[in-house]
């Protein structure tokens, strides 16, 4: 199984402004991934990080508004650039990989990112 | 396009037996998956089915038929920290996840 902490937990913004999400993984993964998750709502995929290489990004999602950094195999960020209020959500951060064992399909999560912005 | 359904909300009273079902219409399939989430929390895996047929683990167990695109949990003997969303979720043929809406079990006493 897996471990996984993400910083902030929780943040309220201003319009304009950028927030800067951290996630790491207590070992090394070969695929992590950002969702973001309305309340009561599905998860959405904004994109999937990996290590040394461009991060895929899902439809409506753009590198310019989200870019991702992936330095390592434990560690990924993801920044919500030039916030507007229809960026308030939660953002998970998740991971999966081969090392996870007989589990190769699960995914774990990390607690989440509450994010509001004014 | 690629599409899960499952019922938006259930209902069940603590100690019985409730199954969720999931049909999913998904270009290429590799396996079933279910994921619970509590309110606040994070999903957390349950199940993943692959082959067809019926896998237990406890009071839960996660149903799959290929030929039907169809699939279930069962959850048995209910308590109430069952209560939260499930949420099925299928790979697709370039092994990506794809989400269901998810499904709230409301259980009472």
């Known amino acids: 199984s897996a471990v996984i902490s993400q910083k902030p937990s929780r943040d309220i913004c201003q319009r304009g402004t950028s927030l800067t999400i951290q996630c790491q993984v207590d070992?090394?993964?070969?695929?992590m991934f950002w969702y973001r998750q309305q309340p009561g709502q599905s998860l959405t995929l904004i994109a999937t990080?990996?290590?040394?290489?461009?991060?895929?990004?899902e439809s409506g999602f753009v590198i310019d508004k989200f870019p991702i950094s992936r330095p390592n195999l434990t560690f990924s960020t993801l920044t919500v650039s030039n916030m507007s209020p229809e960026d308030s959500s939660i953002y998970l951060c998740?991971?999966?990989?081969?090392?996870?064992?007989?589990?190769?399909?699960?995914?774990?999560f990390g607690p989440g990112t509450r994010l509001t912005v004014l | 396009g690629q599409s899960l359904e499952q019922p938006s909300e259930v209902t069940a009273v603590e100690g019985a037996i409730v199954q969720i079902n999931c049909t999913y219409q998904?270009?290429?399939?590799?396996?079933l998956s279910w994921y619970q989430q509590h309110d606040g929390g994070a999903p957390t895996f349950l199940s993943y089915?692959?082959l067809d047929g019926l896998e237990e683990t406890g009071r839960f167990s996660s149903f799959l038929s290929r030929s039907d695109s169809y699939g279930y949990l069962l959850l048995q003997e209910l308590q109430m920290k069952d209560s939260a969303s499930y949420f099925c979720?299928?790979?697709?043929?370039?092994?990506?996840?794809?989400w269901g809406a998810g499904t709230k079990l409301i259980i009472k006493p």
């Open positions: 998740s991971a999966e990989g081969p090392q996870f064992g007989r589990d190769t399909d699960t995914q774990y």
């Open positions: 070992s090394q993964v070969t695929m």
């Open positions: 990080a990996n290590q040394g290489s461009e991060a895929t990004y």
């Open positions: 998904t270009s290429g399939f590799y396996g």
């Open positions: 089915n692959a």
């Open positions: 979720a299928v790979r697709d043929s370039n092994y990506q996840l794809i």
